[in-house]
């Protein structure tokens, strides 16, 4: 990198995660070392079981979640707004909003493009789930 990268919010790009989810990517895909992006989940949203083959830090902008790693689902750790997590890389792990308000995070993936192997379904070459066309 050698020249500042500059992104807006209100012009990313909307992907759903199906009904009570949405992630906007800001940085990334190859522009720089680094990948964030804005996810936007309603109460009752539950992230399936994934990994990523690198770091990956939550931080939380609003709301409240529950994050866990594999094995350790019985002891979620509670995250708030501004509160932050490192999930490891190739361990796989889960967040589910906890109350009534939406949830808001910024996604920081040590990676220029998005990786995601999910324990439970495809991946599609963006790092999304693969439409389930079934």
Do not use: K
């Not at 190859?30 to 083959?53: D, K, N, V």
């Not at 939380?60 to 979640?65: H, V």
């Amino acid at each position: 990198m050698t020249e500042a990268v500059v992104a807006h919010l209100a012009e990313a790009p909307c992907v759903s995660f199906g009904p009570l989810a949405s992630y906007a990517p800001l940085i990334g895909d190859g522009t720089t070392p680094l990948r964030t992006g804005i996810q936007t989940s309603e109460p009752g949203y539950e992230t399936p079981m994934h990994s990523h083959p690198y770091l990956e830090i939550l931080f939380i902008i609003e709301g409240e979640a529950e994050a866990w790693l594999q094995g350790q689902e019985d002891a979620p750790v509670r995250l708030s707004a501004g509160d932050c997590i490192a999930l490891p890389a190739d361990v796989p792990h889960a967040f589910r909003v906890v109350g009534e308000r939406p949830m808001r995070l910024l996604g920081i993936h040590h990676n220029p493009d998005r990786v995601v192997n999910y324990l439970d379904r495809e991946s599609g070459a963006d790092g999304y789930p693969a439409p389930d066309l079934g």
